[in-house]
């Protein structure tokens, strides 16, 4: 089967919606049909948590995440837009010197073995823009801030679990996938609108399965 995962119930509550709750990992809902999808909570430690545990539980043959996302300076895009992930970087993982940020590989450290803050991502039969997806602790709600992750990490949305995800799929050598609905420009302008995001990742998860 596919696992969805998610951090919240109310990013996939259209796609979710007549579907039972058939499981429980670490507390948060598994609900059924196919494919599965799995509320993990915000961030990158419930997310890996329950990835995890999920991947260990079931026979998944792609993990699949999902969400809302800001987007980051120099994409071109608008709210309502649909992003599939093409990699997925820990945005903020690393080491801040006097020459500015490096990531896991400046400290010589891999994340998992042959990769460091940078996971590849598997395509989806989804209309969207493609790029990369960075994942971050902290919210882009400056422009200065906003600009930097840009640059990090060569991606055009951020999120707060994508790398996570992609990164435990790896330990498991299961594929990984990601798509996004645009809710928000990360910056100062950020002009969040959740409902929109959602509903334009409503519209690419029943493209694939539905």
Known sequence: MELIVTATRDEVADFTEGRDKVDEVLGRPVFGGEPRTLVTGVGRTNTAACVALALERYDVSRVVSCGVAGALPGSALEVGDVVVGTHAVHGDLGVVTPEGFGGTQHLGFETTEGYYNSYPLGPL??????????????????????????????????????????????????????????????????????????????????????
């Open 125 to 210: 039969e989804v209309e969207g823009e493609e790029g990369g997806v960075a994942t971050v602790a902290t919210v882009s709600a400056t422009d200065e801030s906003a600009r930097e992750i840009a640059e990090r990490t060569d991606a055009v949305v951020e999120t707060m679990e994508t790398a996570a995800v992609a990164q435990v799929a790896r330990l498991f050598g299961v594929p990984a996938s990601a798509v996004v609905g645009v809710s928000n420009h990360a910056g100062e302008s950020r002009g969040f609108d959740f409902e929109t995001g959602a509903e334009a990742l409503h519209g690419a998860l029943t493209e694939v399965y539905v």
